[in-house]
């Protein structure tokens, strides 16, 4: 029979378990909840996309799918891809997929890239130093301004050149508002071709190219994406500017997620100045490494190998590991601004081009693989 000492001592002992396990389910509650502000940071809202955005977003599908659909119904894809008629440069997306869709006549994939004035000199180099690769019909350039259309399209006429009204011009340094501007419209752009039915391969201007890596790359079938990991990131961050989308169901879905994504990023730094900084975890990259990572609507991807695909730390290897290595694409990143980018082209002979814009073809040919 227990005294009236020991039932208050036990009523005691039992609340202090209580509180205990109390204390404990609030001090997981709040570790939870730390967590996941924490992981939520990296997480865009795109689920939060403004009556805007989704009108944007689905104007972008419509525009593309009608566009395919009446390419199909008319069977005049094939008579308009073989048309000669190079450099055709009108405004708007729409204008974009029949230009894109008459390159795709020639290899299949269109090789896109986008640019501004700042990066004119980067896109000669790069084309003096393909010029005899055989690819420039297949090469989509979008320019964020008309004054570098008209440059490009006079003294390259293969290749074919969209240009948009951006005002965007000069130096946009990476992880600044102008910047990420220019990498929403390009998603926005590359999402419009996804949708019509259009391969694509996405590569940017500052890097070199030993030889031609689309006849190996096209081989690499039965994927929806191919990726480019960035070096000493353990193949968890994959390259923004360096991937190929072949046209399925599960490669347009990725990229819609990420153009929602991008769109909404472009919502919360539209009141910033152009020079304004961004987190480092919100970009393009970002985005789509995480989408890759978590297999986003059960992708399949491929990745790239660097010691083939390499990026800017190939110039950082010890010179025998150099000498031994033969890549085919070396990505000049790991490296912030237009100035150090050409310095270090320059210096490693991989600037192709003269304070004219003339190309060095006799360094091209002592470069390339033969």
Known sequence: MHTTSQVLQDYDQSNMMRGKQLLMVLGLAMVCTVLYMTVRKDYPESEQLSDDALERINHIVSKSQKFNSQITQTTSAKKMSTKSKS???????????VIAKRISGYNRTVLVTMVNDAYLKFTYSWLCNTKNMGIHKSVLIITTDQVSKENLTRDWP????????????GDQTYSKVGYVKIMIKRTEMILSLLMANIEVFLFEVDCLWLSNPVPDLQKMTGYDVLVNPVARTNNSVFAGGFLWLYVTDKAKALWKKLTEEMIALGERISKK?????VSEGENDQQFFSRLI???YKNVSYKILPLDIYADGQWYNLPENKRKESRPVIINNNW????????SRAKKWKHWFIDDNLKCDMDLVSKTVYK
């Open 273 to 277: 100045a152009d020079t304004a900084a």
């Open 293 to 295: 990572r978590e297999k």
């Open 87 to 97: 450099n055709i440069v009108i405004e708007g997306e729409n204008d974009l997929l």
């Open 335 to 342: 490296v912030l601004g237009n100035d150090a980018k050409i």
């Open 158 to 169: 293969e290749i074919s050149v969209v240009a948009m009204n951006m005002k965007l011009q």
